[in-house]
């Protein structure tokens, strides 16, 4: 049985390369754009800076932002394009080159797709059409692949939400005896998300980012890891153009194993800094100095994984705009684990957690915690079936807060080495002081493989 997108997420977590984070949206009440429905939230303001809770990524280096381009990380999403082993085998260019093209159709029904109340919801069917097709190249000292998706989504009855999606994903890996470099990136211009905890409307939007790592061996116990992120963020209308963002940091960290254990410690310092770049932005740019320690458990098999990162982070304003003269940057203690345990060949389970600290444009700290549980089990006949549930909190201190919770349900079946069959049901429920909603979808798809 192979194994699962969610599985091959925790290891790379292990070697220190993060996976995109999310980009914001606007919030509901918000200004709209064509084919979104008006918000309700009149007095009470909700924030319109930080809209949801801290995406599932557990590395705290940049700035918690929202976006779609990797939503499947914790396991497969028949809504999204096909990753890991969904593609297939490929076909074999060379020894060491493999192409993996892809095709995949899906229908999804959405009970919500403007993200309203519950007396103002619009429902309508999604279909996409989703060409994939990754490049993958391996020898002994380097590894590298990159990968296309074209996104082409309709609408049944809101036909101006139509549109085209671009997505590019890279990564690449260079091993000498003592350091190794990591490098993963992506890049997407994306109009419609299918992120359930979006709210609705055409957002057309460039989102950016890479993070490099480089694992030096000292001894066979000491050793010293360097980390570096960039995002970029470029909303394409000028209602949204207060967010466009650049984010960047960097941390540098000492790291200890024990000899004869699969453990090893890791302390150090990190910076980062979060600068909105058109003249129409409001919120202040921020920068965040932070020190941190952490530990991983991996075993030869990496049948069980687990990597946690603790620290205390202090914002410091560096041009503060409108941002009120009362508060101050934000600070506070960040958490992020995740987990991998896969008690047969069959079984896996992933588990992430997150508590990141950032700011809004009405609060000097937004708290930002979430919480993931990914389980897929295989069954007989090629058949598979996967259950995720989260739940995330936004608190903010100076405007109302946010909860929310989902749950997936979904199942594949794999008939033939080129075909695969799957259906998914998810539900998200949000709740805060101003607005709340809840988000059915349930569908299928057909992908199609090398």
């Known amino acids: 049985m192979r194994r699962t997108a969610a599985w091959g997420c925790v290891c790379l977590l292990l070697v220190g390369t993060a996976v995109a984070q999310d980009d914001a949206a606007p919030a509901e009440g918000e200004g709209t754009t064509e084919g979104q429905a008006e918000g309700e939230g009149e007095g009470e303001v909700e924030d319109l800076t930080e809209t949801a809770p801290a995406n599932e990524n557990p590395q705290p280096t940049l700035p918690v932002q929202r976006n779609e381009l990797n939503r499947n990380q914790l396991g497969e999403d028949l809504s999204l394009p096909p990753a890991g082993s969904s593609l297939g ?16 159709l899906a229908a999804f029904y959405d009970t919500n797709i403007f993200r309203q109340s519950w007396g103002n919801r619009d429902d309508d069917v999604e279909i996409t ?9 391996t020898r002994e000292r380097w590894d590298a692949a990159i990968s296309y998706s074209a996104i082409i989504r309709n609408y049944l009855d809101n036909s101006s939400l139509s549109t085209v999606d671009h997505l590019v994903q890279t990564s690449a890996g260079l091993r000498f005896n003592r350091v190794r470099f990591t490098l993963n990136g992506s890049a997407g211009l994306s109009s419609r998300p299918t992120d359930p905890q979006f709210n609705g409307g055409l957002q057309r939007r460039f989102t950016a980012q890479g993070n490099f790592a480089t694992i030096v061996t000292i001894t066979q ?4 890891r360097l980390e570096a992120q960039v995002q970029r963020i470029d909303f394409k209308s000028r209602q949204f153009d207060f967010f466009d963002q650049l ?24 910076y980062r800094w979060l600068r909105y770049t058109d003249s129409a932005a409001v919120s202040p740019d921020i920068a965040l100095a932070s020190g941190q320690g952490g530990i991983s458990v991996f075993t030869a098999d990496q ?6 990162r603790a620290g205390y982070e202090v914002g410091r304003i560096v041009k503060r705009r409108n941002f009120p003269a009362d508060r101050d940057a934000p600070e506070g203690i960040f958490v992020s684990a995740a987990g991998g345990w896969q008690p047969t060949q ?8 997150t508590r990141q600290i950032t700011f809004s444009a009405q609060a000097d700290t937004l708290i930002l915690t979430r919480a993931d549980l990914s389980v897929t089990q295989g069954l007989p006949a090629n058949t598979s079936v996967f259950f995720r ?27 033939l080495p080129w075909l695969s069959v799957g259906t998914q049901a998810s539900y998200l429920g949000s709740q805060s002081r101003v607005l709340d909603y809840g988000v059915f979808r349930v569908g299928a798809s057909i992908t199609l493989r090398l």
């Open 346 to 353: 069959v079984t896996s389970i992933t588990l992430t957690f």
């Open 221 to 224: 116990r000491i050793g010293a």
């Open 129 to 137: 059409n989703t060409l994939t097709g990754r490049l993958a190249a």
């Open 247 to 270: 984010g960047y940091g960097g941390a540098a960290f000492a790291t200890y194993t024990p000899l004869g254990l699969p453990v090893s410690f890791l302390a150090g310092a990190g």
């Open 89 to 104: 085998e490929g076909i074999r260019l060379r020894p060491w080159l493999v192409f993996q093209p892809s095709y995949r």
């Open 303 to 308: 049948r069980l994984t687990f990597d946690l």
């Open 389 to 415: 549930v989260g739940y995330g909190v936004q608190d903010n201190r100076q405007a109302p807060g946010r909860r929310t919770h989902d749950v997936t349900l979904g199942a594949t079946w794999d008939p």
